[in-house]
C-alpha cells in the first residue's frame, strides 16, 4: 500500500513540475478560437488557457496527534464551523492544516517558488488546495468535491494573485493584478470570461473584499501614500476612505460580524489594530509585536473576524477571541506561510 501510494505520488510530482492612476475600465467578451484573451486597450491580458487535468488526490496524511498588504480568505478545510488554522512550507510544497473538527492533515500540493492561493473554487463551501506557479502562470488547484484537479494558465509573473468570488456564485475565481499598470485580470467562473479593469495604481496595495455584503469580492485597493482606500463596490458606487498611515498593513475583515467587510490596519511598530466598523465606530486593540504576520479569521465561529498574529520565529499563532478570550496554538516553523488567512 504504501509502495502504491508513493509511486501515486511521484507521478503526481511529475504533472506539477511538467506541466498608474486609477483610469479606464475594459471588459473582454470571450476568447478567440487559438484560447488566447483579446487583449485590451491599455495592456495586454494574460494568456487564457486551460487545462484540465484528473487523477485521483494522494499524498493526504491524517493523523491525531501531530501537532504589505493582506488578502483575508476564510480558511474552512474540513467544511465544519470555524476557520482552520494552516500553514504551507515553501521548501517541501506540503500544506501543514489543523482543523477546528479536530485531527490533522499534511497534504502535498505545489513546489519551491509557488504562491498559495487556497480557496473555495468549486463552491462546495469546502476550501480547496491551490497554489499558483509565477513562471508559468499556471493555478494548480486540488479539488475536494471530487479529488480531481485542475491546471489552469492564468497570470504573469509580474503579477500577483488576487484571488475572489468576483461574480458571486460561490466559487473562488482566478484573479491577479498588475501593479505596474494597476489592471484586474479575472477569469469568472460563473461563464468562463475574463474581466480586465484598471483600479489602482504602483504602490497601492490590493485589498479585495466584500465591502457592501452583497456576497461578491470588491475590486479594491489601498494607497499607503496616502492612507487611502479606494473600493469599487459591484452593488454600485465607490467607497474612498482615509484610514491607516505609512508602514501600516491593510487587513480588511468582518470584524463586527455584520456581512461586510470593514476597514482594518495593522501597525506593526506598536502592534496596534485599528478597525474602522461599517456598522459605525472604530475600534483600536493592542495584538502582536512588529514581526508577527497579521492573520485576521473567524477561528471561534461566532460569525466575527479575530484579531491574530502568527509569530514566525516561535511558529505560534497567537488569537484573541471576539467572543471572550485568546488561545496561543504552536503550529508551523520559521519560512512557513500561513495560510488560513492570508496571501502576501
Not at 494552516?86 to 492544516?97: C, K, N, Q
Not at 513546489?111 to 473554487?121: H, N, S, T
Not at 460580524?257 to 486593540?285: H, M
Request: hydrophobic share 40%; no cysteine.
Amino acid at each position: 500500500m504504501m509502495r502504491k501510494r508513493g509511486l501515486v505520488l511521484l507521478i503526481l510530482l511529475a504533472v506539477l513540475v511538467i506541466l498608474g492612476p486609477i483610469g479606464s475600465f475594459t471588459l473582454v467578451q470571450g476568447a478567440s478560437t487559438d484560447s488566447q484573451v483579446n487583449p485590451a486597450p491599455e495592456e495586454s491580458s494574460p494568456a487564457f488557457q486551460v487545462d484540465f487535468v484528473s487523477v485521483p488526490a494522494a499524498g493526504v496524511v491524517s493523523g491525531n496527534d501531530l501537532p504589505s498588504t493582506l488578502i483575508t480568505h476564510q480558511a474552512n478545510f474540513d467544511g465544519v464551523g470555524a476557520t482552520d488554522i494552516a500553514v504551507w512550507r515553501p521548501v517541501d510544497g506540503i500544506w501543514y492544516i489543523l482543523p477546528s473538527s479536530g485531527g490533522f492533515q499534511t497534504v502535498l500540493w505545489g513546489l519551491p517558488g509557488d504562491i498559495p492561493v487556497a480557496g473555495d473554487y468549486d463552491g462546495d463551501k469546502i476550501t480547496d488546495l491551490a497554489v499558483w506557479r509565477p513562471t508559468e502562470g499556471n493555478w494548480y488547484t486540488l479539488l475536494t468535491s471530487t479529488g480531481l484537479f485542475n491546471v489552469i494558465k492564468w497570470g504573469r509573473s509580474n503579477e500577483g494573485p488576487v484571488p475572489g468570488d468576483y461574480d458571486g456564485d460561490g466559487k473562488t475565481d482566478l484573479a491577479t493584478w498588475r501593479p505596474r499598470t494597476g489592471i484586474w485580470h479575472i477569469f469568472r467562473s460563473s461563464n468562463s470570461t475574463p474581466l480586465n479593469q484598471q483600479w489602482g495604481q504602483p504602490g497601492d496595495f490590493p485589498v479585495p473584499a466584500d465591502y457592501d455584503g452583497d456576497n461578491i469580492t470588491d475590486l479594491a485597493v489601498w494607497r499607503p501614500s496616502i492612507g487611502t482606500w479606494f473600493v469599487i463596490l459591484s452593488g454600485g458606487g465607490l467607497l474612498l476612505q482615509a484610514w491607516g498611515l505609512p508602514g501600516d498593513v491593510a487587513v480588511p475583515a468582518d470584524y463586527d460580524g455584520d456581512g461586510l467587510a470593514d476597514l482594518g490596519i495593522w501597525r506593526p511598530t506598536e502592534g496596534n489594530w485599528y478597525i474602522l466598523f461599517s456598522s459605525g465606530g472604530f475600534s483600536v486593540q493592542s495584538w502582536g509585536l512588529p514581526d508577527d504576520k497579521p492573520v485576521p479569521a473567524d477561528y471561534d465561529g461566532d460569525g466575527k473576524a479575530d484579531l491574530a498574529v502568527w509569530r514566525a520565529s516561535e511558529g505560534n499563532w497567537y488569537i484573541l477571541f471576539s467572543s471572550g478570550g485568546f488561545n496561543v496554538v504552536s503550529w508551523g516553523i520559521l519560512g512557513d506561510i500561513p495560510t488560513s488567512a492570508s496571501g502576501e
